[in-house]
């Protein structure tokens, strides 16, 4: 009840007290004085309002000489990009945009407090409205396009380009995002405002500060809805009545209050709009009032704790409790007092209530049992304890006891190097020993161990390998030379060490080239007889693997030489040429290096060619005579049958020879190594006329050929 009347006794408080705050403005002195805040204003084409009060006796009016008074501004001096309320002609509010403005009607410099705003909106038949003290003093349009830039925050006193500073008092600055309507403005001017108002978006009440007082910590102007466009006040001295704080219009203040109440509760608090503590601490609920601002009812509170205390009592057949009542059985009951701070302290006890009882026991021990008050029984039998429980009651234990004897055993066992007996004892010598071990009814066995122990052998081998060695285990492989060891199991099941003193040699590998004229003999005795990649597999000194690659080119150069025109030309290209007179002893003809060679006179000549160092020299061809290779003749080789159909055999007295088969253009058809006797097919050719060049180690001799097939 006594919370219920505190609650509404602090309702009623709330509804009588309003903050009894300063109702300040700011002095200006029309020098340097300005506020520079943090609001980015409303840009592009945007409705808008901007409200403010102020107070001057300063000329503004250029027709006399005098300069314009800045009131409130933000954006840039491009055209169209500032919006700029301020004091212009005849001393009348303006509302200017960059490039052109509105006057309004009204002299403003009377020394009086004049409520100011001025309204945009693009929609309207005439969208610019000016206002005097809640009262529609102009409306009309402008000749430039607004675009208000974001290029600076909103100032207070001055133009965004730094001239024209106020001189005077200035209050109550708003901005609203949309055009105000006459009687909205005539609602609220001469009335501070709570910030939650829709569409306001910048609002800086300017009631910091003590009016005519020393305030150089108050350099901020607050912007009561958000503090990150708070206002910094630049320029200002903060003292007496010139470039500080000052009293202001005195409109009605914001409905604003702040009520605290100290109040001292056990266990917790519930605060009339349902916030809740535990602890010691503040909370805080907040009204509305009609018109939208807030009033807190903030309590201190201080929480005294109730305290619960839970116990386990236990007791002999009955108990009583502090409050006198007999507790016979076990029960969880629950009992309340006072504690020092003057709230509830709960008691709970768990109750347990202990009978003097009888207990059978059964029990079992080697050689001897000791009872639990300490009595000792060697022999089988029942025995009665009397014992005090835990509650300080009597029991009884009746003890049905077993003894059990200890057991022996002898057991015979041998082992290589060591031995583990049953208990893990580790033995490394023969001989005679106890273990003692526990049997299924947890008495000792005593077992006679009668022990060998056997030796394990050892063994060295002095092994070489090629490159690796498997081991007589067949469990290891060693790539390199060093002393290695394995174990194996002997004649008596031992280990048996064998210790490996161990040399690897290594087989090797070589690559040689061989560019040669003619088939050849390797040094390994491997016969070349055609370019290639060949592998020879020799024995190095070690005793192991060599492995030899050779590639081998061999050059073959076969010309033939042809009567074109008044030319001989031979059949290779891109190779070197010497030309050479067959009927002086073959000598070189100066100058006949080319592919082609026109005789001076007639005679028969041969070309040489050089490839690779490898020389061969063609078959002499008569010149100027018409003869190619059907005039070459026979000298050394014979081929049997002539005309042939599938195959011939070439007869030449040495008996090793090349031959290659040569069509009428020169191109060879077939070739390969041959022997005197041997058959060679030649079912790969067609009908015609062919040659066979027959090469052996001191000559090359020409054949025609003809296959005829049926």
């Not at 008495?443 to 490159?467: G, N, Q, R």
């Not at 290594?506 to 040689?512: P, T």
């Not at 060619?609 to 490898?614: D, G, K, L, Q, S």
């Not at 080789?637 to 020879?657: G, K, W, Y």
Request: hydrophobic share 30%; glycine share 8%; charged share 15%.
């Amino acid at each position: 009840m006594k919370k219920h009347i505190l609650h509404l006794l602090l309702l009623a408080n709330i509804s009588t007290a309003f903050a009894q705050g300063n109702q300040n403005a700011l002095n200006f002195d029309g020098s340097n004085d300005y506020v520079q805040t943090g609001y980015t204003g409303i840009s592009g084409n945007n409705s808008r309002t901007v409200e403010a009060w102020i107070k001057t006796t300063v000329n503004s009016d250029p027709s006399t000489g005098a300069a314009q008074h800045v009131i409130v501004d933000w954006g840039t001096t491009a055209t169209g990009g500032r919006f700029t309320l301020n004091i212009l002609w005849g001393n009348t509010l303006r509302i200017e945009v960059g490039g052109s403005g509105i006057n309004g009607k009204t002299v403003l410099n009377d020394g009086n407090w004049h409520h100011v705003a001025a309204s945009y909106d693009p929609s309207a038949t005439y969208k610019f409205c000016l206002y005097v003290d809640g009262v529609l003093d102009t409306s009309a349009n402008n000749t430039t396009t607004v675009n208000t830039t974001s290029g600076n925050t909103l100032i207070i006193g001055k133009r965004v380009d730094n001239v024209n500073y106020f001189e005077g008092e200035i209050d109550e600055v708003r901005v609203w995002n949309h055009a105000r309507t006459a009687s909205q403005i005539a609602d609220l001017f001469d009335k501070e405002l709570c910030p939650n108002h829709s569409g306001l978006v910048a609002y800086f009440r300017l009631n910091q500060g003590t009016a005519n007082a020393n305030n150089s910590g108050k350099t901020t102007a607050v912007n009561s809805i958000s503090s990150a466009a708070n206002g910094s006040l630049i320029n200002f001295g903060l003292s007496g009545s010139s470039s500080n704080w000052v009293s202001g219009s005195g409109i009605t203040l914001a409905p604003d209050t702040t009520v605290i109440k100290d109040t001292t509760v056990c266990g917790g608090f519930v605060s009339p709009q349902g916030r809740t503590t535990l602890f010691t601490g503040s909370i805080t609920d907040i009204y509305t009032s009609s018109n939208g601002c807030d009033s807190l009812l903030k309590y201190n509170v201080t929480v005294k704790q109730n305290s619960f205390i839970y116990q386990t009592i236990t007791a002999c057949d009955s108990f009583r409790t502090p409050k006198g009542q007999l507790k016979t059985s076990n029960e969880i009951f629950t009992e309340k007092y006072t504690n020092q701070a003057g709230c509830d302290s709960t008691v709970q006890t768990n109750l347990v209530i202990t009978q003097t009882k009888r207990t059978a026991n059964i029990a079992s021990a080697c050689s001897h049992y000791i009872s639990p008050t300490g009595k000792t029984y060697t022999s089988s039998g029942s025995y009665n304890d009397t014992m005090i429980s835990v509650a300080k009651c009597d029991s009884i234990i009746t003890t049905n006891l077993v003894i059990y004897s200890t057991a022996q055993s002898v057991l015979f066992d041998s082992a290589c190097s060591q031995y583990t007996g049953p208990r893990g004892f580790v033995y490394y010598k023969s001989g005679t020993y106890l273990d003692t071990l526990t049997t299924v009814n947890g008495c000792d066995s005593v077992v006679t161990i009668y022990l060998t122990i056997l030796k394990p052998d050892t063994v060295t081998f002095k092994e070489t390998a090629c490159d690796s060695f498997v081991s007589l285990s067949g469990a290891n492989t060693w790539l390199k030379s060093g002393f290695f060891s394995e174990k194996m199991s002997n004649q008596v099941m031992c280990d048996s060490i064998i210790q490996y003193d161990l040399t690897i040699n290594y087989s090797n590998q070589s690559f040689v080239n061989y560019d040669e004229c003619n088939p050849f003999n390797t040094p390994a005795g491997t016969s070349i007889t055609s370019s290639g990649i060949y592998t020879e597999v020799l024995t190095n000194s070690l005793g192991c693997d060599s492995t030899v690659t050779v590639s081998a080119t061999i050059t073959k150069n076969k010309p033939i030489i042809t009567k074109i025109g008044e030319n001989l030309e031979v059949d290779l290209t891109d190779l070197s040429y010497q030309w050479l007179d067959c009927d002086n002893a073959y000598a070189s003809i100066p100058s006949a290096t080319s592919a082609t060679y026109k005789p001076n006179k007639s005679g028969n000549y041969a070309v040489e060619v050089i490839e690779n160092n490898c020389k061969d020299t063609s078959a002499c061809l008569n010149y100027p005579s018409t003869a190619n290779l059907q005039n070459i003749y026979l000298i050394k080789a014979s081929i049997v049958p002539n005309p042939a159909q599938s195959t011939i055999t070439i007869h030449n007295h040495l008996e090793s020879f090349y031959y290659e088969i040569l069509n009428h253009f020169g191109q060879v058809m077939l070739e390969d190594n041959g022997l005197t006797g041997n058959e060679i097919s030649i079912s790969e050719l067609a009908n015609g006329t062919y040659y066979i060049k027959v090469i052996s180690a001191s000559y090359t001799d020409y054949v025609k050929l003809i296959v005829q097939k049926p």
